[in-house]
């Protein structure tokens, strides 16, 4: 194996960290019921409204994961 090949191998796998850490910190869309049964009582005003830190957070998990299929796909055209 070349130095190039560790070198992709080593961003692969701290894009596929990023990924599972940033994907674990992200709230679930969908919180009806887990809302119904905890008491969380969502306002006409606030319902559908994200921080500014979660809508980055998804962002740069969506240009992280494309940059990842990518990468993976060029990885497997280089090393076969």
């Known amino acids: 194996m070349t130095a190039i090949e560790y070198i992709f191998g ?4 701290a894009m596929a960290l990023f990924l ?4 674990m910190m992200q709230t679930g869309k969908d919180k009806k019921l887990s809302g119904a049964i905890g ?3 969502d306002t006409f005003f606030s ?3 994200a921080t500014r830190s979660e809508k980055i957070l998804a962002k740069l998990t ?3 994961s494309i940059l990842f299929v990518i990468s993976v796909i060029v990885m497997y055209i280089v090393v076969s």
């Open 62 to 64: 969506t240009v992280v």
């Open 20 to 23: 599972v850490v940033a994907v």
């Open 10 to 13: 080593g961003v692969l796998l």
């Open 47 to 49: 319902k559908g409204k």
């Open 39 to 41: 008491g969380g009582a």
